[in-house]
């Protein structure tokens, strides 16, 4: 099974400030990793796909990248409604296991 | 494009429940679907899949054997069969479509609004 590590599991900033939440695992998954964003009570969204490819509808402060074994999701200019929590997940082999989720905060 | 759940509920340990994922918006029938759970507080957790026509599933280990994927295309609707209920299979469940976006990147796009189920005595 693929294991996905997910850092930091919690972060705090500023509104307009640029944050990176990282995801590694231990074999390549080449790009088969997606981002999602979880609100409090609510269905995750989808944010990125084939590690770097941003979902339609998804604000262009969002971006992914990476490929092998570790990827990035990177936040530019942070806003209010981004408080949420960030999950990865692999699509690479059965099970597909998401990271254990990234909290952000807005200060 | 939606995903209804239904069917959750209270249920005592090794009970039997069943979930539906009611699908409106788009040819069902094309999509791979998956379920994946959340117990209260905690990570989402992949649980199982199923191609378009029903015939290949997989599961996660720990409901392999306990649980079943299903899908009826004629009624637009998945299923997931849980029995031995389990106090650790406590979560809300959400069902989920798979899109392919070329070049092997698919992801879970869509996601219903999930329907807890409790599993105590």
């Known amino acids: 099974d693929i294991q996905m590590t997910q850092s930091p599991s919690s972060l705090s900033a500023s509104v307009g400030a640029t944050v990176t939440i990282t995801c590694r695992t231990r074999?390549?998954?080449?790009?088969?990793l997606s981002w999602y964003q979880q609100k409090l009570g609510k269905a995750p969204r989808l944010l990125i796909y084939g590690a770097s490819t941003l979902q339609s509808g998804v604000p262009s402060r969002f971006s992914g990248d990476g490929s092998g074994t570790e990827f990035t999701l990177t936040i530019n200019g942070l806003q209010p409604e981004d408080c949420a929590t960030y999950y990865c997940?692999?699509?690479?082999?059965?099970?597909?296991?998401f990271g254990q989720g990234t909290k952000l905060e807005i200060e | 494009v939606q995903l209804v759940e239904s069917g959750g509920g209270l249920v005592q340990p090794g009970g039997s429940l069943r979930l539906s994922c009611g699908v409106s918006?788009?040819?069902?029938?094309?999509?791979?679907m998956h379920w994946v759970r959340q117990a209260p507080g905690k990570g989402l957790v992949w649980v199982s899949r199923?191609?378009?026509?029903?015939?290949?599933?997989?599961?996660a280990d720990s409901v392999k054997g306990r649980f079943t994927i299903s899908r009826d295309n004629t009624k637009n609707t998945m299923y997931l069969q849980m029995n031995s209920l389990r106090a650790e299979d406590t979560a809300v469940y959400y069902c989920?479509?798979?899109?392919?976006f070329g070049g092997g990147r698919d992801a879970l796009d869509i996601w219903g609004q999930g329907t807890m189920v409790t599993v105590s005595s």
């Open positions: 199923t191609n378009s026509d029903g015939t290949s599933t997989i599961y």
């Open positions: 074999q390549s998954i080449s790009h088969f």
């Open positions: 918006g788009f040819t069902f029938r094309s999509y791979w």
């Open positions: 989920a479509r798979e899109s392919t």
């Open positions: 997940q692999q699509s690479y082999s059965s099970p597909f296991s």
